[in-house]
């Protein structure tokens, strides 16, 4: 294995344990002692930190969401360029999948936020604005913020931002809807 091979798994995986760290689950665990995933959606993402301790601890999680993902990428500049497309999935997979609760985490979708702010801050630009219309348009968040989310790989694409990038914005895209999907089919269900 050559230096780069290496170091950009190294980086692939601390991505994956960066995403692990469910601000979330441990936020609510610290303030109440209970489990967030016994709660409310048992999701470990903000929207329902916002239902179990409020907006204000909910803004908190989001930041630190966002943060994480947000550092994946840097770290992956910093050390393994070419590994950043990868990095931003792990970061996105760690959170949806943290090993350390059993695979059972949040949606993903502030780590790809913060992940893309940083690989393609133009891009999370036209993804925010993409968001903010259809949500004029809209009464419900949970559509215009997957179209959103399905947006971002291609604005990166229309960018020319490298393969690598635009395939690890894609993924992350993949990993948040699929990560939706229960959601989806109650929206698609009314």
Request: hydrophobic share 65%; net charge positive; aromatic share 6%.
């Amino acid at each position: 294995m050559t230096a780069d091979v290496v170091a950009g798994v190294a980086v692939v995986v601390a991505a994956y344990l960066l995403g692990c760290i469910t601000a979330g689950w441990y936020l609510v665990r610290w303030r109440t002692g209970r489990d967030l995933r016994q709660l409310g959606s048992g999701s470990l993402g903000g929207r329902n930190v916002s239902r179990v301790l409020g907006l204000r601890w909910a803004a908190v999680v989001v930041a630190l969401d966002l943060v994480k993902g947000g550092l994946a990428v840097l770290l992956a500049f910093a050390l393994a360029p070419g590994w950043a497309g990868p990095a931003i999935v792990a970061v996105v997979l760690g959170h949806v999948r943290p090993i350390q609760l059993d695979g059972h985490g949040g949606r993903g979708l502030a780590p790809a936020f913060g992940a893309l702010v940083v690989a393609a801050p133009i891009a999370a630009l036209a993804a925010a604005a993409t968001f903010a219309a259809l949500a004029l348009l809209s009464r419900s968040t949970l559509a215009p913020v997957l179209l959103a989310t399905i947006a971002a790989p291609a604005w990166a694409a229309w960018l020319e931002l490298p393969a690598a990038v635009v395939g690890g914005i894609a993924g992350a895209a993949a990993v948040v809807v699929i990560g939706h999907a229960a959601r989806l089919r109650t929206l698609v269900a009314q």
